[in-house]
């Protein structure tokens, strides 16, 4: 499985740890992958770690939060330029503006960077709060209990994210199973996947350009840089991102955040009892829940912080690691929703940080506030257990919560 150990890597350096198989990251139930990724922290703060992707290649693994920093801030040295959607395809062409270096990067961060503003999303709350209504209060008349995951979080964060793009609800089972392929399947499954969400952006692209409308794709296909309209395989990098983007990770994030509420009553009456806390506490939710590790490509030989990287070597930042660090968390394993200046990077750091932070970080709140004020004090269901994962985006699923 994957590499051997490259030439380059000091054998004591090498850890057999992953964020795909190790203790506690494989689809397990009544897991911890989070609590199983902190415990790196007890060890160095730099090593090999065999195999720490999905197709099993070698990672260099920082687990200091400043390290991380360090690394997502400095793209010279650093790329993003995997072009790993592409490549599932047996293509060559970057997740726009994910996967893109400075200059380039800049320039269509620019442009799509007021679709995701701080007003935009504003604009957007009232119907985000609707659709959480409508959903929850289906399920609060409908029962005493509900799969979090399939009648809630997915539904819900999904069903806002399709009104953005201006894409059709009732296909929403159709991608979030495409989505779960492409983030969680075996090879086959990814390629499948890949291929079936690339086939419906360009349908999407080719049906926009005849027939435009108020929505995201129509943005794309009429936006313009440099007095140019966007490239077909630009147009795809950037629709590809933000329907995949769009489609895993906040509900995951839902789906941890009331996971922990149903296992800690008196975190659940605190916010029930002061609901103006939820605010603050999705801050330090995210940064103990934190789903998505980054991995970037080096550019060039580098000694850096004690690790020997060679140009081509994988260099993972994850978030989930980053934000259990003992140096910049007072009890970082400890989950306080009263945890103020919480400087976490859940949404990464440097010129890549999330374009959607801000809709995401709505969406959770929003979430959560619709949830508690809706449904009574929950629990998860006897002789019920949740499964977790970890992986390149953790996650949880036969989250089965019941109430009185």
Not at 97 to 109: K, N, T, V
Not at 257 to 268: F, S
Not at 297 to 314: H, L, Q, S
């Amino acid at each position: 499985m994957g590499d051997p150990i490259p030439d380059h890597v000091p054998r004591e350096m090498v850890s057999d740890f992953s964020l795909f198989t190790s203790p506690g990251m494989q689809r397990v139930s009544n897991g911890d992958p989070h609590g199983a990724a902190a415990r790196v922290h007890a060890g160095p703060p730099v090593f090999y770690s065999l195999h720490n992707t999905r197709d099993g290649r070698g990672t260099w693994l920082r687990t200091r939060a400043k390290d991380q920093r360090k690394v997502l801030q400095d793209p010279d040295t650093f790329s993003s330029n995997r072009s790993i959607f592409a490549s599932a395809l047996g293509d060559d062409w970057p997740l726009i503006p994910l996967e893109l270096d400075p200059p380039a990067h800049g320039i269509f961060r620019s442009l799509l960077n007021p679709l995701f503003s701080p007003k935009r999303v504003m604009a957007l709350e009232a119907s985000i709060r609707a659709q959480a209504i409508t959903i929850v209060e289906k399920i609060s008349v409908s029962g005493k209990s509900c799969e979090v995951m399939k009648d809630f979080a997915i539904p819900f964060t999904v069903g806002v994210f399709l009104q953005f793009l201006g894409l059709p609800n009732e296909r929403l089972d159709v991608f979030v199973g495409w989505a779960k392929a492409l983030l969680h399947g075996d090879k086959v499954q990814r390629s499948a996947a890949a291929r079936s969400i690339l086939e419906f952006i360009d349908e999407l692209a080719a049906l926009r350009r005849k027939e435009p409308a108020g929505d995201f794709m129509t943005f794309v296909v009429q936006a313009q840089i440099d007095s140019r309209l966007l490239a077909e395989n630009e147009v795809r990098g950037i629709g590809v991102l933000l329907f995949v983007a769009g489609l895993d990770t906040v509900a995951a994030a839902i789906g941890f955040d009331l996971a922990h509420l149903a296992r800690n009553p008196k975190d659940q009456n605190l916010l029930r009892s002061e609901p103006e806390r939820i605010v603050l506490a999705t801050e330090e939710l995210l940064r103990a829940y934190s789903t998505v590790q980054m991995i970037r490509v080096a550019t060039k030989d580098i000694d850096f912080e004690g690790a020997p990287i060679r140009k081509g070597d994988y260099v993972c930042c994850a978030t989930m690691i980053a934000n259990r660090d003992p140096a910049e968390f007072e009890d970082p394993n400890v989950i306080d929703l009263a945890r103020e200046d919480n400087c976490h990077t859940a949404f990464a750091a440097g010129p890549h940080r999330c374009l959607g932070s801000h809709l995401a970080r709505r969406e959770i709140i929003i979430g959560l506030e619709e949830w508690l004020s809706h449904i009574p004090h929950f629990r998860i269901k006897e002789g019920t257990a949740p499964i977790t994962h970890g992986g390149h985006v953790f996650g949880i699923e036969n989250l089965v919560l019941e109430w009185s």
